[in-house]
C-alpha cells in the first residue's frame, strides 16, 4: 500500500463488483480505506473481495449482499452496516444499470427507476443520521450524462404510458441528480457534502456481454479512467467543502436546466417518500 489518505476512513460502495465500481473500491482500498463492498450476487462479490483484498494489499474489506431495487434489501442493508460500523465517511452509489424492456422490482416498481433512483434515495436516507455522525463525510451519487435525456413525468413516474430503454434510464437519473441537489440543501451545514457524476462512456458491464458490450471495451474509457472522477470526489481535499454539484471529468460543470428545479426536487422527494411508504406496505402484507 503506497498512498495512505483515505486510512480510518470507512467507504461503502455499491455495484462494486464489476466495472467503474471495482476499480473505485479498489483504488480506495490502495488509499488505505476500510471498504464495504455492496454486490447483489454473493459469488461475484466474493470473487471481487478476494481481488482486491489481493490487488491492494489491504485486508479491510468488507463484503455485503443487497439488491439495490428491493427496499427490503436495502433496509437490511443499512441494518447491517449500521450494526457493524460505528462511522461511515463516504457512501458511494454506483450501482445502475439500463433495461432493455419495461419490468418491475420485486415491489412492484419499475426496475430502472427502482435500481437508480429509488434505491439509493432509500439507502442514503437510512444512513444520513451515520453520515452526520462521521462528518466530514461524504455521498457520491453516480448519474450520467443521460440525464439530459431524461423527463420528469410526475403523471407517470413508472412509465406504464410509454417505455423507451435510454429515456427512462435518462429520466431516474435525471431523479438522481434533482435528489442530490435537493438533499444538499437540506444538508447545510452538516459537514456531509453530496455530488454527483458523469463517468464519461465507459467500457464496462453496463453495456452487455455481446457485441455492444465487446465493442464498447475496445472503444470507450476503460473503467479505471471512468473510476477517476468518483474516486476525486471520494478523496480529494479540493471538494471537502463542495456541495451540490455536477462533475465531469473531476471538473464541476453544469447539469441540465430541468435538474435545477427546485419545486420539482421537492415534490419528486415527497413523492418518493410515499411511494416508498406505499411499496414497502403493500409487500410486507404480500
Ligand atoms: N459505463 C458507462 O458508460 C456509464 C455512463 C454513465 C453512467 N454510468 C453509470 O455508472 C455506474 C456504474 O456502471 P458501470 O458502467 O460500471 O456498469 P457495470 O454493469 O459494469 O456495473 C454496474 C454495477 O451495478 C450493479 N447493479 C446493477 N443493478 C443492481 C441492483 N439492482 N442491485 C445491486 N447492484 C446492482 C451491477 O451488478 C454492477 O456491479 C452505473 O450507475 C451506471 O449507470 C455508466
Redo the contacts with the bound molecule.
Sequence with gaps: MGNTEMQGKVCLV????????KITALELAQRGATVIL????RAKGEAAQAEIKRLSGNDKVDLLI????SLASVRQLAQEVKAKYPQLHVLLN????MYTKRQESVDGIENSFA??YV?PFLLTNLLLDLLKASAPARIIN?S???HKMGKIDFDDLQSEKSYGAMRVYGSAKLALTLFTYELARRLAGTGVTVNNL?????G????GDGLLGRLSKLV?LT?EK?AQTSIYLATSPDVANVTGKYFEKSKATPSSKASYDEQAAKKLWQITEQLIEQKSTQSASA
Design positions: 455499491t455495484g462494486a463488483n464489476n466495472g467503474i465500481g455492496v454486490s447483489r450476487n443487497a439488491d439495490m431495487s454506483n450501482a445502475g444499470a435500481t437508480n434505491g453516480v450520467s450524462m443521460a458523469h463517468p464519461g462512456v465507459v464496462t458491464g453496463f453495456f470507450m473503467p471512468g
